[in-house]
T-cell receptor
Framework: DGGITQSPKYLFRKEGQNVTLSCEQNLNHDAMYWYRQDPGQGLRLIYYSQIVNDFQKGDIAEGYSVSREKKESFPLTVTSAQKNPTAFYLC????????????FGPGTRLTVL | GNSVTQMEGPVTLSEEAFLTINCTYTATGYPSLFWYVQYPGEGLQLLLKATKADDKGSNKGFEATYRKETTSFHLEKGSVQVSDSAVYFCALNPYNFNKFYFGSGTKLNVKP
């Protein structure tokens, strides 16, 4: 089955540590996205990538970094510079184009202890 | 600029009641419009979409019509079920542009 996988489902980290969230898709989509969702809030765009080896900052990129070395993979690193990293992180992908749907992974809940 | 505004929740209804969740948008060009649903602890799932003015998207008893004259895409369902309890997001994708814009979400609670 085609889809987007995110791992792990739950992640705990100590304050001051970097942590990397995984996102993999086998939909052959060119574009991939990372969003952050806080309780009772909407989605805020962190980073997005339209093609391999290229990515752009979203609305809240500070304290985060990404890489896009393969079409299938778009890992997100939450660095110690991110002041309030506890949140639900969602990865998504799409085929470029106005009519195309954005597909989402199941999400990773990050908790900083 | 591009933005989506949807009604604040939570919306609480009894089973079999009629549902409307309002969504209006601002966009450059001719965007595609979407409704997504999120169940607790999960990612977003596409519920329905419409790609041009006057199109009606429909799925699982939900429907929404793309109204260019009122820049709206309201979500409706004639008879809600307890299993429809979730958060609903309205979103747009501007034409030929690869960034999506989401509303803040509306939580729906359906009571038996």
């Amino acid at each position: 089955d085609g889809g987007i996988t995110q791992s792990p489902k739950y992640l705990f980290r100590k304050e001051g540590q970097n942590v990397t969230l995984s996102c993999e898709q086998n939909l052959n989509h060119d574009a991939m996205y990372w969003y952050r969702q806080d309780p009772g809030q909407g989605l805020r765009l962190i980073y997005y990538s339209q093609i391999v080896n290229d990515f752009q900052k979203g609305d809240i990129a500070e304290g985060y970094s990404v890489s896009r070395e393969k079409k299938e993979s778009f890992p997100l690193t939450v660095t110690s510079a991110q002041k309030n990293p506890t949140a639900f992180y969602l990865c998504a992908s799409t085929v470029p184009g106005a009519t195309d749907t954005q597909y989402f992974g199941p999400g990773t809940r990050l908790t900083v202890l | 600029g591009n933005s989506v505004t949807q009604m604040e929740g939570p919306v609480t209804l009894s089973e079999e009641a009629f549902l409307t969740i309002n969504c209006t948008y601002t966009a450059t060009g001719y965007p595609s419009l979407f409704w997504y649903v999120q169940y607790p602890g999960e990612g977003l799932q596409l519920l329905l979409k419409a790609t041009k003015a006057d199109d009606k998207g429909s799925n699982k008893g939900f429907e929404a019509t793309y109204r260019k004259e009122t820049t709206s895409f309201h979500l409706e369902k004639g008879s809600v079920q307890v299993s429809d309890s979730a958060v609903y997001f309205c979103a747009l994708n501007p034409y030929n542009f690869n960034k999506f814009y989401f509303g803040s979400g509306t939580k729906l609670n359906v009571k038996p």
